[in-house]
């Protein structure tokens, strides 16, 4: 009997590899053998550059130091992670679509301008944006969906609460969620303390109430949940997803 030889993991780049999420990543990563980075990328102003991107990220070393130049990490890479700005999102999209890499974007706060771009790119690439990668929150989405569906005399509101760093405001997950809804809901914003993300959907109808709603008490969460999006994401053609479509959601559009 002839034994098999383990499948190589496949070869990932991470943008963003100093920031919050790209921390949180990178330690997460070790729960999934099936990847392994091949990059790590921070902007040119990081003061990470150089250093082993497992000790910034607070682990053991891993011998890939961080590096500013994304076009020299991209010929190896099977799947590209982006969790830097929504102001470099352009140049790692076109980046990303020039090297033919499939991409994962989880940045907020990027132009809606770029939608035009997203399009072009997810017609020569799969392309997965997902404002949040939790599975739990992607579960909220397809909840909203419905309930917006089956109450449609009901008012609906949606409360987001996120630590006092996060510069996007609404957040990205929020705005998805009103989108779910229909235009003109209203969305309060919180800034406070190092909240990692609370989300919370008010309908209200005559005389009764339904509120759905998500609480991330880790950022590990996310962090897990964007490498199993990565994992199934390497395998697509070319076309654009979402999280539902990572967790197989076929509810309502």
Not at 50 to 78: E, K
Not at 90 to 105: F, G, H
Not at 230 to 252: C, I, N, P, Q
Request: aromatic share 4%; glycine share 10%; hydrophobic share 45%.
């Amino acid at each position: 009997m002839s034994s098999r030889e383990p499948a190589a993991p496949l070869c990932a780049v991470l943008i963003g590899a100093s920031g919050r999420m790209g921390r949180a990543i990178l330690v997460a990563a070790a729960q999934f053998p099936g990847l392994a980075f091949v990059g790590a990328v921070a902007s040119k102003e990081s003061a990470a550059l150089g250093r082993d991107s497992g000790v910034v990220a607070g682990g053991t070393p891993n011998h890939l130091p961080i590096s500013s130049d994304l076009g020299a990490a991209l010929p190896r890479a099977q799947v590209v992670i982006d969790f830097s700005t929504g102001q470099a999102t352009r140049e790692n999209l076109r980046a990303c679509r020039a090297a033919r890499k499939p991409l994962l974007i989880g940045t907020t706060g990027f132009a809606s301008k770029l939608e035009s771009e997203f399009a072009a790119a997810a017609r020569e690439i799969p392309l997965l944006i997902a404002p949040n990668t939790s599975p739990g929150v992607t579960l909220l989405m397809e909840l909203t969906r419905v309930a917006a569906r089956a109450l449609p005399g009901f008012t609906a509101g949606i409360t987001e609460t996120h630590h006092r760093h996060k510069r996007d405001v609404p957040s990205g997950t929020a705005l998805r969620l009103a989108a779910a809804i229909g235009a003109g809901t209203p969305i309060a914003s919180v800034r406070e303390g190092e909240v990692v993300g609370e989300h919370t959907v008010r309908f209200a109808g005559s005389g009764e109430e339904l509120t759905l709603s998500h609480r991330a008490l880790e950022r590990d969460v996310f962090a897990r949940g964007a490498l199993a999006a990565a994992l199934w994401l390497s395998s697509r053609s070319a076309g654009r997803y979402e999280m539902r479509d990572v967790m197989g959601f076929k509810t309502v559009t």
